[in-house]
């Protein structure tokens, strides 16, 4: 389908009455903004993609070391008070429930 020089004004000036020129330089300056974003965030994937396969496996490494060391410090700053489970005494969440004058009799 060609499109000739009258038929790209036509459209043109549709354009330019339905969304009028003041609106015209915005869009195109966010439609510009959002293809950079877009350009710059798919480099970065393609970039990401190609570190994860070279250092996966000592990544993987590194942070289980790291996540190890994480949990013996906060074991170590829990204490042996914190590392046992509530007592529950029957109650709701951790609530005890209300006597009833039944109960203090028994």
Do not use: Y
Request: overall charge neutral; hydrophobic content about 40%; glycine content about 8%.
């Amino acid at each position: 389908m060609d499109l000739g020089p009258w038929e790209i004004a036509i459209i043109a000036v549709v354009i330019l009455v339905l969304f009028g020129s003041a609106k015209l330089p915005q869009a195109a300056r966010s439609l510009g903004r959002s293809m950079r974003i877009f350009k710059s965030e798919t480099k970065g994937l393609i970039g990401d993609d190609d570190d994860k396969q070279n250092n996966a496996p000592t990544d993987a490494r590194a942070e289980a070391a790291r996540l190890r060391a994480e949990a013996a410090r906060l074991e170590a700053q829990a204490g042996p008070q914190q590392l046992n489970p509530p007592v529950n005494d029957g109650g709701a969440n951790g609530v005890p429930l209300r006597q009833t004058e039944h109960d203090k009799q028994s």
